[in-house]
């Protein structure tokens, strides 16, 4: 009778066609093992080396990847109960592939995601709906690393595993000029929601790391972006048309933008009309010597409001919080709000520009002027300025609703003459050091300017903990 039972077993076992152990604790918990924090936890659990994959940094690991992401989705969609694929040490070599819903991705302290630079492991994808076009070329582009659309519950995580994009291929043959399709980037998750990207780090992207765009509900927590300051549009984390969006305890060394706020570019992104709205930022550090710590635009086609950035610092970068948009934009940039930035060795502190004239193509629409109103700064402290703000806005279209207060500005050795430079921009300021231009007058000691004392739902966000 115990060995029909046991061969019972074995066939049933036989019949799953992959190698999953299941959660014998729904609360995610073990005894031994890894614990973290996640959405969810998961029902399935397997290892990538059970689908055949080697970690010498040599073998492609594609095909074991997209194998173990179908095979632990159908498992999980036999009955819901979410799927794990853990990255143990070691340098995994691969291509793209595309997550599914209710999965985690674990990436283990000592494990390296290597990306491919066999172009062939990357799969070309038409432009996104609201840019018309890809970012470095006109037409297509190559698909991200780590993909997906149309999802629901996705954790990306680990214990500070790795992912390395090899950037150096990309961007040789972009500098070149040598590039057919626009550069792929680390993390893209598309028209998804109850996103997770935690506790992981992200080195030498070919272009952006982490982009979600027509997402909501997603969190970005713990994560590290290194990449060389001259390397071309290693933006650290995008989000983009996003609504619901919290990015904290991130640090990012990159050669361009730490955290680009986006929503589609000048009539593509007016048509698509989807705003990146309810953005939470905090406990950033940020090092960009030619870009900005958090930039607002350039492409903002489809607006950005209720951005609030918090308990920031920022050494050797170009600029605090940028913002970047131009006739043909259309849309708004408002209700944004600033408080509590250190900043140490910049270029600027404050920088607007309504001239940021880079276009898809030549079919904008000169009458799409942007909106830019209510942009609120307090208390902040910046040592070794070059130069305190340039602000400027669009003529007849000035930028207003400006409020700078409590602000203290040391400049550097050699200061441009010039602290402030000021034109077609309106508001008011209070305890600023040094003194600002005449467009941002004085309001009195005792002013304050806003901050919202209420959160955003996903700030709200209650983790699982979960084990490996």
């Avoid at 039972?5 to 992959?18: E, K, N, R, T």
């Avoid at 594609?62 to 159908?74: H, N, P, S, V, Y």
């Avoid at 109103?373 to 003529?395: H, K, Q, S, W, Y």
């Avoid at 309106?426 to 050091?433: E, F, L, M």
């Amino acid at each position: 009778m115990m060995k029909m039972i046991l061969f019972g077993i074995l066939v049933v076992l036989a019949a799953s066609d992959f190698p999953t152990t299941e959660s014998r604790n729904p609360s995610g918990l073990a005894k031994a093992g890894i614990e973290y924090s996640a959405l969810n936890c998961r029902k399935y659990s397997a290892v990538i080396t059970e689908f055949g994959a080697v970690g010498d940094g040599k073998t492609s690991n594609t095909k074991a990847f997209r194998e173990a992401i179908e095979k632990l989705g159908q498992r999980s969609a036999a009955d819901g109960g979410g799927a794990q694929l853990v990255v143990p040490p070691g340098k995994w070599l691969t291509g793209s592939f595309n997550l599914t819903s209710h999965f985690t991705l674990f990436i283990q302290q000592g494990a390296t995601l290597l990306a491919s630079q066999d172009e062939s492991e990357w799969p070309i994808v038409a432009p996104l709906p609201s840019y018309g076009r890809g970012r470095d070329t006109p037409g297509p582009r190559f698909g991200s690393l780590i993909s997906g659309s149309n999802l629901t519950d996705v954790v990306i995580t680990g214990n500070n595993g790795t992912i390395d994009g090899q950037g150096q291929y990309w961007w040789k043959k972009f500098k070149q000029g040598e590039m057919k399709e626009t550069r792929p980037y680390l993390i893209e998750l598309m028209s998804s929601e109850d996103i997770q990207i935690s506790d992981i780090t992200l080195i030498n992207a070919p272009t952006w790391n982490i982009h979600p765009v027509y997402c909501k509900n997603v969190i970005v927590k713990g994560v590290t972006v290194l990449a060389p300051v001259d390397s071309p549009n290693t933006d650290g984390i995008n989000p983009d048309s996003c609504t619901n969006t919290l990015i904290e305890d991130c640090y990012v060394v990159s050669g361009d933008d730490c955290i680009a706020v986006k929503s589609g570019w000048d009539q593509y992104g007016i048509k698509v009309g989807m705003p990146t709205q309810q953005l939470s930022i905090r406990r950033l550090t940020c090092i960009s010597p030619d870009s900005a710590g958090v930039a607002l635009g350039s492409e903002m086609s489809g607006g950005i409001r209720d951005v609030r950035i918090e308990d920031v610092t920022l050494i050797n970068t170009e600029s605090a919080v940028r913002i970047k948009t131009a006739i043909g934009r259309g849309a708004y940039v408002k209700d944004i709000y600033a408080q509590r930035i250190t900043m140490k060795t910049m270029k600027y502190v404050f920088w607007t520009s309504g001239s940021y004239n880079s276009h898809p193509d030549d079919h904008w629409d000169p009458k799409a002027i942007p909106e830019v109103t209510n942009i609120n700064f307090r208390d902040m402290t910046a040592e070794n300025v070059t130069m305190p703000g340039n602000l400027a806005g669009i003529e007849k279209d000035p930028f207003t609703g400006i409020c700078i207060s409590n602000v203290n500005i040391t400049l550097s050795p050699k200061p441009k003459k010039v602290q402030w430079n000021c034109t077609n921009v309106a508001g008011v300021t209070s305890r600023v050091t040094p003194e600002p231009c005449s467009l941002l007058p004085g309001k009195g000691s005792s002013m304050d300017c806003h901050f919202p004392t209420d959160k955003i739902p996903i700030e709200s966000v209650v983790m699982k903990k979960c084990s490996v």
